[in-house]
């Protein structure tokens, strides 16, 4: 049962330009959702996260929007560097009445950023 | 503030063998976690640990794999035996009790040939 889908498993951007990663969930009991950053050989680092309450947050170059209606999500990187180039999860955090949560993975979307 | 360690990094091993991960999280962090992620794939939740205590197993191949954490603080994870479809990267990860985000290791890369 794949509760967060990344549709795409790959995108090509210039430099300079706008990229978009996209995400779509299932479970409208997700409390948050977050994006992590991969490069090779190392583990998933935190990139930023967005509220169920929110629809949007930016921190610098990148700007998190929620559509809850659509349960959809998107993560925008302007400008894109080569040195995005990596493979983005997006995360949807489960939160139990036992006082612990639960992170659930999309499969990931490969960012290419070409001078 | 040191991130989270595992080891080893790489292990190669022969279908049917036994292999063990050791993961020591961020101070102070209450959960713990195992993935394993295939390639291709995006990290699927093993085993989360709460303290010491197990709060999801759910997905973790009893028959084959184990995981303990000692005291609340390292943790272990066991396959015995190994089989071919286990080769994937394992990753361990924390987060405190507050705290939205987890924090992961290196991972350890495991090929069973």
């Known amino acids: 049962d794949q509760q967060v889908k990344q549709n795409s498993p790959s995108l090509s951007v210039q430099e300079g330009r706008i990229s978009i990663l996209n995400c779509d969930y299932t479970n409208s009991m997700f409390d948050y959702f977050l994006w992590y950053k991969k490069y090779p050989a190392e583990g998933p680092t935190f990139l930023i996260s967005?509220?169920?309450?929110?629809d949007k947050n930016e921190d610098g170059r990148f700007t998190v929007f929620l559509n809850k209606s659509a349960k959809h999500l998107s993560l925008h990187i302007v400008p894109s560097q080569p040195g995005d180039s990596a493979v983005y999860f997006c995360a949807a955090r489960l939160f139990f009445s036992g006082g612990y949560n639960k992170l659930i993975f999309g499969a990931g979307t490969r960012l290419a950023v070409h001078p | 503030e040191a991130g989270v360690a595992q080891s080893p990094r790489y292990k190669i091993i022969e279908k049917r063998q036994s292999v063990a991960f050791w993961c020591n999280p961020i101070?102070?962090?209450?959960?713990l976690y195992w993935y394993q992620q295939i390639l291709g794939q995006g990290p699927k939740l093993l085993i989360q640990f709460q303290n010491n205590g197990v709060v999801d197993d759910s997905q973790l191949p009893k028959d084959r794999f184990s995981a303990e954490r000692l005291k609340g603080v390292d943790s272990t994870l066991k396959i015995q035996p190994a089989k071919l479809e286990d080769s994937a990267v394992y990753l361990c990860?924390?987060?405190?009790?507050?705290?939205?985000?987890?924090?992961f290791g290196q991972g350890t890369r495991l090929t069973v040939v």
């Open positions: 101070s102070g962090h209450a959960t």
């Open positions: 990860a924390s987060s405190s009790g507050g705290g939205t985000e987890a924090f």
């Open positions: 967005i509220s169920s309450i929110k």
